[in-house]
């Protein structure tokens, strides 16, 4: 157990809708980072926050922003749901800003029909 | 721009002999590498760092990786391995360029035969 915690586990939705998936960091760690796992694409980094400001950003579509809140919890925010989207969903933590390891959540399959 | 290669979807091993995992980064500057293990429908683990120092990295399960800069590689080693090492395995590399990203390679799939 990494210590990091992803709701939902699973989540199943429509074309065209939006949901939010949340991600508690472990204990301490000040960044939080979003992932996107499909097997096409692999691991793609989308973004990260650091103690609550954005940090750095990857490949993260126009459709999806994401936040990170004052308790640390950080909310990954997906709409307009397209097919495509379907994935699994990574947030992993880490202690430093940058060049650290990370630790990963379970992750939240996203499943778009 | 920073990237990283993972030049094997898969490596067929038997149990009890030597593996390894190859990875070959670019980036500008000093890299950070890692290497990461990923068991089915779960998160990817933590295995092993190199930031600077000795190139031949130890970490958790008896893996190891050696840090090549001639070359740019960071190749996952382990002497002996096991049937529960079978997994995804993911290399990625940071670095103080390109905002500070973590790049991950595409992931190579051990399979490790009793």
């Known amino acids: 157990d990494s210590g990091v915690t992803q709701t939902p586990k699973h989540l199943i939705t429509a074309t065209g809708q939006r949901v939010t998936l949340r991600c508690s960091p472990r204990?301490?760690?000040?960044?939080v980072y979003w992932y996107q796992q499909s097997l096409d694409q692999g691991l793609q980094f989308l973004i990260q926050?650091?103690?609550?400001?954005?940090?750095a950003k990857g490949n993260i579509l126009e459709r999806f922003s994401a936040q990170q809140f004052p308790d640390l919890h950080s909310e990954l925010n997906l709409s307009s749901l397209e097919l495509g989207d379907s994935a699994l969903y990574f947030c992993?933590?880490?202690?430093?800003?940058?060049?650290?390891?990370?630790?990963f959540g379970p992750g939240t399959r996203l499943t778009v029909l | 721009a920073q990237s990283v290669a993972q030049p094997e979807d898969q490596v067929n091993v038997a149990e009890g002999n030597p593996l390894t995992v190859k990875c070959t980064y670019s980036?500008?500057?000093?890299?950070?590498l890692f290497w990461y293990v990923q068991y089915p429908n779960r998160g990817l683990q933590f295995l092993l760092k190199?930031?600077?120092?000795?190139?031949l990295v130890k970490g958790s399960y008896g893996f190891e990786a050696e840090f090549n800069k001639s070359q740019t590689s960071f190749h996952l080693k382990k002497p002996s391995a096991l049937v529960s090492d079978s997994a995804l395995y993911f290399c990625?590399?940071?670095?103080?360029?390109?905002?500070?990203?973590?790049?991950f390679g595409a992931g190579t799939r051990l399979f490790v035969k009793a």
């Open positions: 992993a933590s880490g202690t430093e800003k940058f060049n650290n390891e990370q630790f």
């Open positions: 190199y930031i600077t120092g000795d190139n």
């Open positions: 990625a590399v940071s670095g103080n360029t390109g905002g500070f990203k973590t790049i």
């Open positions: 204990s301490g760690d000040l960044s």
């Open positions: 980036v500008s500057g000093n890299p950070y």
């Open positions: 926050y650091y103690n609550g400001e954005e940090r």
